[in-house]
């Protein structure tokens, strides 16, 4: 049995917009149909990466697996257990600002790390992590206080810091400058590698999922359905302009995502 199950889960949003469409529209009035009957599983320590268009249910997807909201038909298994509630050794990096704006940096880091009693182990962590993401000399700044790319940076620290079982990222790069984008991607990369664990993560950048995922799996407009899955032997480090494979493989997205002058 696969580590993370996901069967046949469909999911519609309260729709407050109470007509039809059109004479043969089929969606329930009251509702509209974000997943459309997923089906999924992920191995343990495997790093997946989420495509689709804006819209077609990624995070809800995510929010799912993770948890977050139990109002859905269908079945979410993790290590044999069905998923009731979130829980605290599955980390989520949210789409937008996670970080709790009243409290610092160092603060933020704590909170993830409550459940280490021994203080001086906890101050060794939090110190890893922010210097892992270089944000030394910031530990006593509010978020508020930060650049975008900063608190970008300060989440990923918090989630990592945490060292989950099941980490959650949810367009993890979002605000971030490029440099700053493709070295944290790095990072992010090259930590899967280190602690082995299982990342799920939802991102628009093909070109992420193609330098990051174990496997790649990509979702129709809304409702979301699965269109493809696709695994990625390739190489790492990668570099899709120097693999021919893999730049193939990023046109054959680009395609089926409904662009066809990058091809
Ligand atoms: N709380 C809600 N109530 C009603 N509809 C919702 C709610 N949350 C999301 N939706 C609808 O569900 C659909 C999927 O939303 P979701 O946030 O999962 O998309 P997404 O694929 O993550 O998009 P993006 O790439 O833009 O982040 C959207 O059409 C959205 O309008
Ligand atoms: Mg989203």
């Not at 069905?82 to 990096?93: L, M, P, T, Y």
């Not at 990923?156 to 944290?184: Q, S, W």
């Amino acid at each position: 049995m696969s580590y993370i199950e996901i069967k046949n889960i469909n999911k519609s949003h309260y729709n407050k917009r109470n007509k039809k469409r059109a004479p043969d529209d089929s969606t329930k009035i009251g509702f509209i149909q974000v997943l459309d009957n997923i089906d999924l599983s992920f191995e343990e320590g495997e790093m997946v990466c989420i495509l689709g268009p804006s819209g077609c249910g990624k995070s809800t997807l995510l929010n799912i697996i993770a948890g977050f909201d139990t109002a859905y038909d269908g079945e979410v298994i993790i290590n044999d257990k069905k998923v009731k509630h979130a829980s605290s050794n599955h980390i989520f990096v949210f789409q937008q600002n996670g970080l709790l704006p009243w409290m610092t940096v160092w603060e933020n880091m704590e909170l993830g790390l409550r459940n280490i009693q021994d203080t001086e182990v906890k101050n060794e962590r939090i110190m890893e992590y922010i210097e892992l993401v270089e944000l030394n000399g910031f530990e006593d700044h509010l978020p508020s206080s930060l650049s975008g790319g900063m608190q970008r940076r300060a989440e990923l620290a918090r989630a990592l810091a945490v060292k989950p079982d099941i980490l959650y990222l949810d367009e993890p790069f979002t605000g971030l400058d490029y440099l700053t984008h493709l070295k944290i991607r790095e990072e992010v990369v090259n930590i899967h590698e280190y602690i082995g664990k299982t990342m799920i993560m939802v991102t628009h950048f093909i070109e992420d999922a193609l330098i990051m995922a174990d496997r790649i799996i990509i979702l129709s407009e809304r409702p979301g359905r699965v269109l493809m899955t696709r695994k990625l032997d390739f190489p790492r480090p990668r570099n899709i302009n120097k693999d021919r494979g893999l730049s193939e493989l990023r046109d054959e997205i680009f395609l089926m995502l409904g662009v066809s002058y990058v091809a």
